[in-house]
């Protein structure tokens, strides 16, 4: 359990470590931001610090590469304390007030990779017909609510039909029409239907 301490809060502080050296650099070519470098940096050191009684406790084997971070924090405080204070002039915030980098941030991306990653797997032309079951689940719903749309529909226009056909059979239409030919004159009896129609 000790060992697996020692793992965890030495990956911790040596990813301070990291982001302190990396904000100094930044703030010597910049100009600016020398206090938060300096808050980064010795928040790593004081993390290395507290893992002192841990050391103790586990196989020496640890101690000698422990030793060495813990001096690389300790002079990266230093110089990032002084030049903070005696060269940019910038206060030092507390580690509570250090800002948090965004995880990406400790993840360097190796481009020899990228062409790798951008190929396109073999198993998609094998797999490319394969359906998922929610996708099929979804291909039935959504059949289903067309089907249901449809069938709405055409009961909507079948009862509309049946209406007109009944409103016009009261006036004995459209069946009167069929009756003439086209060499007919209209009966007065239908063109009176008609009007009142």
Request: a negative charge; aromatic letters at 10%; hydrophobic letters at 35%.
């Amino acid at each position: 359990m000790n060992i697996l301490e020692y793992h965890a809060k030495y990956f911790e502080a040596s990813a301070w470590l990291v982001l302190g050296i990396n904000r100094f650099k930044v703030a010597k070519e910049t100009g600016g931001a020398m206090g938060v470098a300096a808050g980064t940096a010795n928040h790593a050191y004081q993390l290395f610090v507290n893992m002192g009684p841990i050391i103790s406790a586990i196989p020496s084997d640890y101690g000698e590469n422990y030793k060495k971070k813990l001096a690389n924090a300790e002079q990266m405080a230093k110089t990032s304390t002084d030049k903070a204070k005696n060269v940019f002039f910038d206060a030092i915030p507390v580690h509570a007030k250090v800002p948090m980098p965004d995880s990406k941030n400790f993840v360097k991306f190796d481009d020899s990779c990228k062409e790798e990653l951008n190929k396109t797997p073999v198993m998609n032309e094998t797999l490319r017909h394969v359906i998922p079951p929610e996708v099929r689940t979804m291909q039935s719903e959504i059949k289903q609510f067309i089907q249901n749309t449809i069938d709405q529909k055409y009961k909507e226009l079948e009862k509309q039909d049946t209406e007109e056909r009944a409103f016009l059979g009261q006036y004995q239409l459209p069946q009167s029409f069929y009756e003439l030919t086209s060499g007919s004159e209209i009966p007065e009896s239908y063109t009176k239907r008609i009007e009142d129609f």
